[in-house]
């Protein structure tokens, strides 16, 4: 079974031993625009992170996302 994005990012997190807000800001930081980490969690709840916005955290969290021929 495949993992949703959302647990995914969660995984990561918790290896990286990051938390949610912690990332917020990260994503604050690198994007000059405010993001609350409520808005954060509902992106992820919903399923409406972008591709692009997922790219950006796995390179925060030092991953690279990466497509492999099944």
């Known amino acids: 079974m495949k993992l ?5 990012i969660k995984t990561l ?9 912690d990332l917020a ?13 409520n808005v954060l969690s509902r992106k992820l709840t919903r399923g409406t992170l972008s591709y692009n916005e997922t790219l950006m955290i796995a ?6 996302i990466s497509f492999n021929k099944i």
Request: hydrophobic residues 40%; aromatic residues 4%.
């Open 4 to 8: 949703l994005v959302r647990e995914q």
């Open 59 to 64: 390179e925060l969290l030092g991953y690279e």
């Open 13 to 21: 997190l918790a290896q990286e031993g990051i938390l949610l807000k």
């Open 25 to 37: 800001a990260m994503i604050s930081e690198r994007t000059g625009k405010n993001c609350a980490p």
